[in-house]
C-alpha cells in the first residue's frame, strides 16, 4: 500500500475549526484542531477509496501532480505548494 503526502489547512471559524486538502478539494470540521484533522483524514480516505472503486483513481491523481506508477511507498505532489498568505486587494462596494 502506498502512502500520498498532502496538505492539510484548519482555521477557526466562529466555534469550529474547518480542515481543508487543497490537492484534492476536500474539506471537514470538528470542534478543536485535533478533531477537525481527524475528520479531514477520514474524509480523505474515503474520497480516494470511492474515486479507486469508481476507477478514477489514477487519472485524478494524475491531475493533481502524482504520479501512481513510482515505485516509492510514499508520494509527494509534483505541484508543491509554495506560499500561503494574506492579501490585501481593493474592492468598490456600491
Given amino acids: 500500500m502506498k502512502k500520498i503526502i498532502l496538505t492539510g489547512e484548519i ?3 466562529n466555534n469550529m475549526y474547518t480542515s481543508y486538502c487543497r490537492e484534492i478539494d476536500v474539506a471537514s470540521c470538528g470542534n478543536n484542531i485535533e478533531e477537525a484533522r ?7 480516505e474515503i474520497f480516494l477509496e470511492e474515486t479507486s472503486r469508481k476507477g478514477t483513481l489514477k487519472e485524478l ?3 493533481v501532480g502524482f504520479s501512481l506508477e ?11 505548494f509554495q506560499s ?3 492579501l490585501e ?5 456600491f
Fill in 11 to 13: 482555521w477557526k471559524e
Fill in 61 to 63: 491523481m494524475k491531475e
Fill in 70 to 80: 513510482e515505485r516509492k511507498d510514499t508520494l509527494a505532489s509534483s505541484h508543491e
Fill in 38 to 44: 481527524k475528520n479531514l483524514r477520514e474524509v480523505i
Fill in 84 to 86: 500561503l498568505e494574506k
Fill in 89 to 93: 486587494v481593493p474592492i468598490n462596494v
